[in-house]
């Protein structure tokens, strides 16, 4: 079943069944990697998957993926990797050169990634959230029919502080919370001996706390951070490892849920 | 308000707007009260001076009179943006909102079985 695109959403995209926003409070707790990881995993399990870069200031689909600026004039977007649809800030600028925007602008910009790139049909879209609670987020969650939103956290109180004002921002404009996913969770060493280096039941906590389920934990692994560098998602590029498969259970309960789930309705037309 | 407590539908009912929510609850929310509280950030900078006694109207308000909506956009799946008569369309009331403007009326009797 399509999204709901009722008359007042700005942005409809008819061929787009489910639209998915990766956010978290706090910079820095691997939202981008989440995404471009959840992307490639529904990907390889056989969905038709878009992943758009909503990071104006920052954005890091472009080296994930292995691409980088291209020629606007003569490259249709979105692009395509791995059989990924994306777009990202990163393919229209030097990523030596800085993007020093306003807020207005970044609303344009986000707004304009939507709906004027051609996504075509696709059965995830997947969007890459700057952190925080600001202009990106709240166009999005104006302005897109969005079905729902994933949370990323670290175990770290610090993280989970800022975690909690996303979940609250969702709330407050109504997008479903899909749940809060734990990155970062732990590191198995040689011997075989989980290390819990930024500590432990942040992610279970907060999910509990927001009343949503907890999508799971993502063990640290050096390689996660080696492919995204790479320009080759670690699910494809080590689908054997522990946190591949973490992230391939992932996309499995995002795809159960989106069965399980009913679809938020779209508010009613006003009849004058 | 709980995530699934919606409006069914909004209607225009004379100098107000009947709303029927997901509950079962039947409110209708007038004209005048929406824009008095209108919270775009023009119109609260305004309720928080000083009411002034010999506030002038401008021609603009003068020739629009009493405020009615002309248009009545969601946004998102959270709030609705009103375009005012006075070309005012600033304020997205939410649904909060416009659940607590609203005064609740009896149920009509067509549209509830009878008991």
């Known amino acids: 079943m399509p ?19 990766v ?32 990071d104006i200031y920052g954005p890091s689909v472009p080296l994930m993926f292995g691409l980088g600026q291209v020629d606007q004039t003569r490259t249709p977007f979105p692009l395509e990797k791995f059989g990924i649809k994306l777009m990202s800030m990163g393919f229209l600028v030097d990523p030596n050169q800085a993007v020093i925007w306003r807020g207005p602008k970044v609303a344009q910009a986000v707004g304009s990634f939507l709906a004027q790139v051609p996504w075509g049909e696709l059965d995830f879209l997947i969007i890459d959230l700057p952190p925080g609670t600001g202009d990106a987020q709240l166009t999005l969650s104006q302005q897109a029919p969005l079905t729902g939103a994933i949370i990323v956290t670290t ?18 404009v109504r997008v479903p919370v899909l749940g809060v996913i734990e990155n970062m969770s732990h590191f198995t060493s040689a011997d075989g001996q989980k290390h819990a280096i930024f500590g432990t039941g942040g992610g279970a906590k907060l999910a509990a706390e927001a009343g949503v389920p907890f999508l799971g934990e993502l063990p640290i692994d050096p390689r996660v951070a080696t492919a995204g560098d790479a320009g080759e ?7 054997d490892s522990p946190v591949s498969a ?8 995002v795809l159960r ?15 004058f | 308000m709980p995530a699934d407590l919606l409006p069914l539908s909004i209607k225009r009912d004379g100098v107000a707007f009947r709303v029927e929510w997901s509950d079962g609850l039947v409110a209708t929310v007038p004209f005048q009260k929406l824009r008095d509280h209108c919270p775009c950030a023009g119109c609260n900078d305004e309720r928080a001076k000083p009411a002034d006694p010999f506030r002038v109207l401008s021609a603009r308000e003068v020739a629009a009179g009493l405020p009615v909506p002309v248009a009545m956009k969601p946004v998102g799946h ?3 943006q009103i375009t005012w008569n006075d070309g005012h369309d600033a304020g997205i009331f939410t649904l909060d909102a416009l659940r607590h403007l609203g005064q609740p009326v009896a149920p009509s009797k067509d549209t509830h079985a009878p008991a």
């Open chain 2, 78 to 80: 959270y709030a609705y």
């Open chain 1, 246 to 253: 973490a992230y391939v259970a992932l996309a499995q309960t």
């Open chain 1, 155 to 172: 175990p770290g109180e610090v993280s989970l502080i800022d975690a909690r004002k996303g979940v609250k921002m969702f709330e407050e």
């Open chain 1, 3 to 21: 999204p709901p695109s009722g008359p007042g959403q700005k942005f409809s995209l008819p061929g787009v069944k489910h639209l998915i926003a």
């Open chain 1, 233 to 239: 998602p670690v699910v494809r590029k080590y689908p």
């Open chain 1, 23 to 54: 956010a978290s409070g706090k910079g820095g707790v691997g939202k981008s990697t989440v995404a471009a990881n959840l992307a490639v995993a529904l990907q390889m399990a056989g969905q038709r998957v878009g992943l758009m870069d909503a």
């Open chain 1, 257 to 271: 849920e989106m069965v399980t789930r009913p679809q938020a309705n779209a508010l009613p037309a006003v009849e």
